[in-house]
T-cell receptor, first 114, second 115 residues
Framework: SQKIEQNSEALNIQEGKTATLTCNYT??????LQWYRQDPGRGPVFLLLIRENEKEKRKERLKVTFDTTLKQSLFHITASQPADSATYLCALDSRDTGRRALTFGSGTRLQVQP | DSGVTQTPKHLITATGQRVTLRCSPRSGDLSVYWYQQSLDQGLQFLIHYYNGEERAKGNILERFSAQQFPDLHSELNLSSLELGDSALYFC??????????????FGEGSRLTVL
């Protein structure tokens, strides 16, 4: 069956360190992978999109990698700040099933300690 | 502010009742998506409309239905409500016709509580 797996345990890091979040998927052939940030009780906010033929994408302190062989994406936040504390969701398209709708992982909660 | 408006923000109702959730997409966006988020399920895709036509269906129950009107706003109708329907319902919009081809802009959600 198709799965998107993100670490359900919260990630706690110190301010200034690099946070690395993992998204693994099985039985998908995504053309795109996206990362969103979600604060409690709020709607997800888009952060980055990476295509299957791209290995890496950067935006300010954010970096995403996409390895279609490993079926994995890594999301990095460098020089993390307490304001980065949130839940981060990865999402990919369901091209395989023809649905063409974003399927989301359950998210990883990041807590940055001052 | 994403530009996507959802009403109501909160709704409390009883089992067996019917409710309607409304979504106004960003100006110019033709696609509207509905997602359900509960504590144990994460964000679950329900349905996608593009310019008034249904484009894709996810895990949407038969008791739920949706439509997109000519002015592009969308409504999600939930009937014969059960306790398990309690969740946050998000609407998202996009200028594109298919998922994954661009970012989704999410509203702030409608929190439904079924007692």
């Amino acid at each position: 069956s198709q799965k998107i797996e993100q670490n359900s345990e919260a990630l706690n890091i110190q301010e200034g360190k690099t946070a690395t979040l993992t998204c693994n998927y099985t039985n998908y052939s995504p053309a795109y992978l996206q990362w969103y940030r979600q604060d409690p009780g709020r709607g997800p906010v888009f952060l980055l999109l990476i295509r299957e033929n791209e290995k890496e994408k950067r935006k300010e302190r954010l970096k995403v990698t996409f390895d279609t062989t490993l079926k994995q994406s890594l999301f990095h936040i460098t020089a993390s700040q307490p304001a980065d504390s949130a839940t981060y969701l990865c999402a990919l398209d369901s091209r395989d099933t023809g649905r063409r709708a974003l399927t989301f992982g359950s998210g990883t909660r990041l807590q940055v300690q001052p | 502010d994403s530009g996507v408006t959802q009403t109501p923000k909160h709704l409390i109702t009883a089992t067996g009742q019917r409710v309607t959730l409304r979504c106004s997409p960003r100006s110019g966006d033709l696609s509207v998506y509905w997602y359900q988020q509960s504590l144990d399920q994460g964000l679950q895709f329900l349905i996608h409309y593009y310019n008034g036509e249904e484009r894709a269906k996810g895990n949407i129950l038969e008791r739920f239905s949706a439509q997109q009107f000519p002015d592009l706003h969308s409504e999600l109708n939930l009937s014969s409500l059960e306790l398990g329907d309690s969740a946050l319902y998000f609407c998202a919009s996009s200028p594109f016709s298919g998922g994954g081809t661009g970012e989704l802009f999410f509203g702030e959600g409608s929190r439904l509580t079924v007692l």
